[in-house]
């Protein structure tokens, strides 16, 4: 029996990674997305996992918008901007059909956990607001989550700050409720910066996404127009948090004790990753993976996608 999976995301081109990638994965059972402000603001999100869904053949999948900014204070940076005025790196999908669910994400995410035949797992792969909402609003049903599994957060340095990755940067806030005091019994597990910029593409690999077909050539013109800053190597970060639920071989976890600074200093967003803890909830972090095999079974799934239409 496939997997049920919800995504929460703020499309972005590494979010088009991963619906990509959960889309052409008969083990996951997709069953909602929400979306949320954050690499563009929540009408393009919205739109962009719409028309994202579309293109990979899954426009029944329900989409539901959620929050529009920050829970507390809104960020501000001049390095935003990285996915391109329209989020998707200059590309331009068709308009999808229909309209989106009118409910808010957090009630969305409440019914599609409890509509669930078994445990959902949750991929939360933009700034945590959503969650935190949920977690906030729908406590009970919050936890019969089977698992969330987040992309954000760093060990060491951040990408927005020195100290924050962007997620986390974006509302420090959502992010302390859902992995530093959650109040809400969930298995959770975080896939840091530290092992998503490792595991990015290089030009032999988006070549091989550009020659499978129309889906894989609008996805290599999506991450050449990514400006993340990192040379020769584009990441795919949130999509390697739906691969580490897929391939659990392919990564090392170990449990830490996630502290997430809301503080309004210069080292606001950060995260500081406890690897010994010695006390309170702890959150399984992904310290290392098998680079080669993750890029590897992400070039598998995108491109399995133009083999079904």
């Keep these: ?33 929400t979306t949320v402000g954050g690499n563009v603001g929540i009408e393009l999100t919205t739109r962009n996992a719409r028309s994202v869904l579309s293109l990979a053949g899954r426009g029944d999948v329900p989409v539901a918008a959620g929050a529009a900014r920050s829970l507390v204070r809104v960020p501000v940076s001049e390095k935003r901007g990285a996915h391109g005025d329209g989020g998707l790196g200059g590309i331009t999908l068709p308009e999808p059909p229909g309209t989106a669910d009118l409910r808010p994400a957090a009630e969305f995410l409440a019914a599609t956990v409890a509509a669930a035949p078994g445990p959902l797992t949750l991929f939360a792969v933009g700034p945590l607001t959503n969650v935190a909402l949920f977690y906030a609003l729908y406590p009970q049903v919050a936890a019969r989550l089977d698992r969330l599994v987040v992309m954000g957060g760093s060990i060491g340095a951040g990408n927005m700050t020195p100290a924050a990755e962007f997620n986390v940067w974006f509302d420090p806030e959502a992010a302390h409720r859902v ?14 910066l530290d092992v998503t910029r490792r ?30 800053g990192l040379g020769a190597v584009t990441p795919v970060h949130d999509a390697v948090a739906v691969l580490a639920v897929l391939h659990p071989e392919l990564i090392t976890t170990r449990p830490a004790r996630v ?41 598998d799934r995108v491109t399995s996608l133009d083999q079904q239409v």
């Design 1 to 33: 029996m496939a997997r049920a999976v919800a995504i929460d995301c703020d499309p972005g081109i590494d979010d088009m990674m991963a619906l990509l990638t959960v889309c052409a994965s008969p083990e996951l059972d997709l069953r909602g997305v």
């Design 199 to 228: 595991t990015g593409l290089v030009d032999a690999d988006i070549a091989v996404l550009a020659r499978s077909g129309p889906i894989g050539a609008l996805t290599a013109r999506a991450l050449g127009g990514y400006r993340h």
């Design 259 to 299: 502290h997430v600074d809301a503080g309004y200093g210069p080292s606001r967003g950060g995260t500081v990753v406890d690897l010994e803890p010695a006390d309170g909830p702890t959150v399984d972090v992904v310290v290392d993976a098998d680079v080669h095999a993750v890029v590897e079974a992400l070039l």
């Design 179 to 192: 992995l530093t005091d959650p109040g809400v019994p969930v298995p959770t597990t975080l896939v840091p």
